[in-house]
């Protein structure tokens, strides 16, 4: 009722406000207009309504939640919403715009379009397959690539072996530079009791003193050496592998020889050539 009696004093002041003086502002003819229809505007009353409807907007209202599927359709799943249907129309479109090009596409082709993948493929079920790379190259291009990848081989293995000579140097003169660390006794007993402290730890106490990030670094350093080591007997059979079939990629004739054949057995496949008379 009285949120009523204010909107219509309101309603009232606007509609028969008189023109304002040229001597007076807008704002000051405006408001003292509105004090003499609407004096409740001005009151403490209209703050209490005000203050009213905006704590009325922080009491928790009822969630409106979207309809589920009824009962007798639980069997068709969840309802489709809103959302889905639109996901689901634009894949729809765009398998059709899709299908809408290959159908212009084959349309407007050109009959004596060619490009050498239509006598180079084949179609197998349905699909596009290449012909076979394995006829690619000559026997003397493969002969040319088996001996550039030897030599890469090779080279990488003289590289290893020089960074383990240079490690196991380095490991050598530490291990000697400890054992040659020199004790001082006051007398016959105390030298007896370093010896024997040597002789039960097995290495020099000097080894036992050094600080832990020495250790660490050794110990990497021990491992790194195994590592590589492994590196360069890998790198040995592939070198030796890949050497046996460049050799056997040449010409001649030739056969495997037999376990009881072979002088010195070996775990590696051996071939022994035709002689034959060079002219």
Not at 25 to 34: D, G, I, K, V, Y
Not at 209 to 234: F, G, H, M, Q, T
């Amino acid at each position: 009722m009285l949120s009523g009696l204010v909107l219509f004093n309101f309603l009232t002041f606007l509609r028969f406000m008189p023109k304002r003086p040229l001597s007076q502002s807008p704002s000051s003819a405006a408001e003292n207009r509105l004090r003499e229809l609407c004096p409740l505007l001005f009151s403490e009353t209209l703050l209490l309504v005000i203050q009213m409807s905006s704590i009325r907007n922080a009491v928790p209202r009822k969630a409106h939640k979207e309809r589920a599927q009824p009962n007798s359709r639980k069997k068709f799943g969840i309802l489709e919403k809103h959302k889905d249907y639109v996901q689901r129309a634009r894949a729809y479109h765009q398998k059709e715009q899709t299908i809408q090009k290959l159908k212009e596409k084959a349309a407007f082709r050109n009959p004596d379009e060619f490009y050498f993948k239509m006598i180079k493929t084949k179609t197998v079920d349905g699909v596009h397959k290449p012909e076979s790379q394995a006829n690619k190259y000559t026997k003397e291009e493969l002969m040319l690539m088996k001996t550039q990848d030897i030599g890469y081989i090779s080279q990488k293995a003289q590289a290893e072996k020089k960074k383990i000579e240079k490690l196991t140097a380095s490991l050598h003169f530490h291990r000697n530079s400890s054992n040659k660390h020199v004790y001082y006794a006051e007398d016959r007993e105390e030298a007896r009791q370093i010896k024997l402290k040597i002789s039960e730890k097995g290495k020099s106490p000097a080894v036992e003193d050094l600080p832990n990030d020495i250790k660490r670094k050794i110990a990497a350093s021990y491992k790194e050496l195994e590592d590589r080591k492994s590196r360069v007997k890998e790198l040995d059979n592939i070198y030796a592998d890949m050497t046996l079939q460049k050799e056997l990629q040449k010409k001649g004739r030739k056969r495997k020889l037999r376990e009881d054949e072979i002088v010195n057995p070996t775990s590696r496949p051996v071939y022994k050539w035709r002689a034959e008379r060079k002219p």
